[in-house]
Nanobody, 127 residues
């Protein structure tokens, strides 16, 4: 049974940092493209960062230089470090996997080929 479980969200002031984790169960995380997405009220869900099975990393322009995505293969966990947080970063953050996608062809930050999603962890940034 494939399951993704996010943790690490919280409420911080602008300029603060958070460490989000996504624990994967039922498959080897590093064998498939993994991504972090976020959705703020009234907005579309957008790709934040992704790491492909070959190690290629992608970031949205809005977070480049502030967020860092990585894998802890020992713990089968995906990590997102959020630094220099701004109020516009406030959103629900979701972990997703392309596990089960027969032939992924879309860019890593395009959400439609991701087949498994976590429940989300909330990030709130106040000014």
């Amino acid at each position: 049974q494939v399951q993704l479980v996010e943790s690490g969200g919280g409420s911080v002031q602008a300029g603060g940092s958070l460490r989000l984790s996504c624990a994967a169960f039922g498959y080897t995380l590093s064998s498939y493209c993994m991504g972090w997405f976020r959705q703020a009220p009234g907005k579309e869900r957008e790709g934040v960062a992704a790491i492909d099975s070959d190690g290629t990393i992608s970031y949205a322009d809005s977070v480049k230089g502030r967020f860092t995505i990585s894998q802890d293969n020992t713990k089968n966990t995906l990590v997102l470090l959020l630094n220099s947080l701004q109020p516009e970063d406030t959103a629900m953050y979701y972990c997703a996997s392309k596990y089960g996608s027969s032939w992924p062809r879309l860019p890593p930050l395009e959400r439609r080929e991701y087949k498994y999603w976590g429940q989300g962890t909330r990030v709130t940034v106040s000014s």
